[in-house]
């Protein structure tokens, strides 16, 4: 009789498969997301979503609009996403458009952590601040 290893495990599911601690230049420029984790994680779900497939080639052309929602104030951000060419060769890719605003909406600062995972069934990506390098006041209080 085969044995059966049924341990159950308490671990919470964490669904980022780009996850990044601010830098600078993220908070006002274009985000970059790494050719490796988007080669790696993202391309294989957008190429093969059932009901709009994104390729490759479509990113180098910079015609790419997508939704971005912020999981933590349920709010969609619209943006493209595009892949610079480096020497005629394709390099990393870019979240650009209403990223900046993204940022400032939150009041995000470098060393800041997120998170972003593709999310097929809404064809979006879904961002959310995992950590702060120090607390915020809301806006609220400070008006």
């Known amino acids: 009789m085969a044995n059966l290893d ?14 990044k601690t601010l830098q600078e230049r993220d908070l006002e420029f274009p985000f970059l997301i790494p050719k ?24 180098l052309n910079g015609n790419v609009r997508l939704k971005v929602l912020d999981l933590d104030t349920d709010v969609t951000y619209p943006m493209g996403l595009s892949q610079l060419r480096v020497d005629n060769m394709p390099g990393n890719y870019y979240l650009r458009d209403y ?6 909406d939150r009041q995000l600062q470098e060393g800041d952590v997120i998170g972003l995972y593709w999310d097929r069934s809404n064809h979006q990506f879904c961002f959310s601040v995992i950590s702060l390098v120090q607390p915020r006041r809301s806006r609220a209080r400070d008006s």
């Open 6 to 19: 049924l341990e159950l495990s308490l671990r919470q599911y964490v669904p980022w498969t780009i996850k």
């Open 36 to 59: 490796t984790d988007m080669v790696d994680y993202i391309l294989p779900e957008l190429e093969s979503d059932p009901f709009k497939p994104i390729k490759a080639s479509d990113m």
């Open 99 to 104: 990223w900046a605003q993204l940022m400032q």
